[in-house]
């Protein structure tokens, strides 16, 4: 054997050892990994939280088929209702002709009727889940385009019937547009958290409006506050972190490709369609399950512990806990052993800073009913929100961001409660619509009544 034999042989020898200790080092982890996670799984699940699909199916029941039904149901009332979502008088009471006009136009005989059928069955308080028990590939998000549309449907139904002076119609709208929301909130996945939200914010628009038109009775005051208070006292998102936590473990476990493939077109890669795109998904996968898949799933459960204990503090405490969250995320080296950990945590870490909005919105709502109720019983607005206890509050909300109580100002066109914005300072109560130009901080969570 020749020198130049001789040296292509150590070459091609020393590349099948480094291979093969590759292959050793990943299955070791692998194996590693394993044992570990099967025990967290157990402690996870023994906490009362569901660690897969097939967890969250049981502990939502095998009533399905009824939930489905519910859906379809929803979905037909969203098709069926015709109101006019894009032209909206303003929040100020005008009494023009044009906005009689405009809320009989929304309040048709045949709205009216569908109307009454979807109060009829908001009442039900069936949920609107999907089937888990079908895993992964059970699940879909049609319903949210429904819910919000439906949202956005009983918010004219109860600007028009507020315009017309009909509070208890208004006030039956503003409560199913809650209703809608707490269907939302039965699904333990965070977009339907991130829905319900936006769905909350909605109803209290409808009722800042109501307020600006009407008086209501103090017994639709007082039914509204309660609604409101029941929504509060939800931990809603530590349920869809719960959720979130177990379909994702679900999906890495038995599913990984199709988290590749959504990383992949999520980061500009190209799509997820076409023999090359396939093979690489394939091999990507193939990679992952091999040598990274029980590092990325322990470093996944590690950062999701830090989440749910977060979801557990009040804003003073959980605001900074999760930007420091952040922080520690984003500075974190050797990112490409957790490729999947690093692609899902930052969505559900944002989601998760939507919860003292989600408070703020709810607390200044029901403190408004309050104020509400002491205008119509004493023909004023009490000039500070000690005035309201204990006879219409137990105590004043406090502002969720700050831990104080909520602000309250009253000014020559009704008044505003409100709680500081996400920049943790007190701008006097501005909107968000009003704020500085081209500014995202200057302003507070409101809500304003201009009567």
């Not at 859906?71 to 008088?89: C, H, K, S, W």
């Not at 994702?248 to 199709?258: G, K, R």
Request: include cysteine; aromatic fraction near 8%; charge should be positive.
């Amino acid at each position: 054997m020749n020198f130049r034999s001789a040296a292509l042989l150590r070459r091609i020898r020393w590349r099948w050892v480094v291979l093969l200790i590759v292959l050793l080092a990943g299955g070791a982890l692998l194996l590693r990994g394993s044992g570990g996670t099967q025990g967290r799984l157990a402690a996870i699940r023994a906490q009362g939280y569901p660690v897969s699909v097939e967890d969250i199916a049981a502990a939502l029941g095998t009533n399905a088929a009824r939930a489905r039904q519910n859906v379809e149901q929803l979905d037909a009332f969203a098709l069926a209702i015709r109101v006019d979502t894009t032209r909206r008088p303003p929040r100020g009471l005008t009494n023009a002709a044009s906005e009689l006009d405009w809320a009989r136009a929304q309040l048709t005989p045949e709205n009216l009727a569908q109307f009454d059928r979807l109060h009829t069955h908001l009442n039900l308080n069936l949920w609107a889940y999907n089937d888990f028990s079908k895993g992964i590939g059970g699940l879909t998000i049609k319903y949210l385009i429904s819910a919000k549309t439906l949202a956005n449907h009983l918010q004219v139904e109860a600007m028009s019937a507020a315009i017309l002076g009909d509070t208890q119609q208004s006030a039956a709208a503003v409560e199913g547009t809650l209703k809608v929301s707490r269907s939302l909130n039965a699904e333990p996945l965070t977009v339907y958290y991130l829905v319900a939200s936006a769905v909350d914010a909605i109803a209290a628009n409808a009722a800042e409006f109501s307020f600006s038109r009407a008086q209501w009775t103090d017994s639709e005051l007082r039914s509204l506050g309660n609604v409101l208070l029941t929504a509060e006292g939800t931990n809603t998102l530590q349920a869809s972190l719960a959720g979130e936590r177990a379909y994702n473990l679900s999906v890495i476990q038995s599913d990984p490709l199709s988290l590749i493939s959504g990383a992949l077109l999520n980061s500009g890669a190209g799509g997820t369609t076409g023999p090359l795109t396939q093979t690489l998904q394939r091999v990507l996968a193939t990679a992952y399950i091999t040598f990274l898949r029980s590092g990325d799933r322990n470093h996944f459960l590690d950062h999701f512990d830090d989440l749910m204990r977060i979801a557990t503090l009040s804003g003073p405490q959980g605001r900074p806990a999760l930007t420091d969250f952040e922080s520690r995320l984003g500075q974190e080296r050797m990112r490409w052993r957790y490729p999947l950990s690093h692609w899902l945590l930052p969505t559900v870490a944002r989601a998760a800073n939507k919860e003292w909005r989600r408070l703020a919105t709810l607390r200044c709502a029901r403190t408004a009913c309050a104020v509400e109720r002491f205008r119509g019983q004493n023909g004023r607005l009490p000039e500070r929100l000690d005035e309201l206890v204990p006879r219409f509050l137990d105590r004043i909300p406090d502002d969720p961001i700050t831990g104080t109580p909520l602000q309250y100002r009253v000014h020559p066109l009704g008044y505003v409660v409100y709680s500081v914005g996400q920049d943790g300072a007190d701008d006097g109560g501005v909107e968000f619509a009003r704020r500085p130009k081209n500014r995202n901080d200057g302003w507070d969570h409101t809500f304003t009544v201009e009567r």
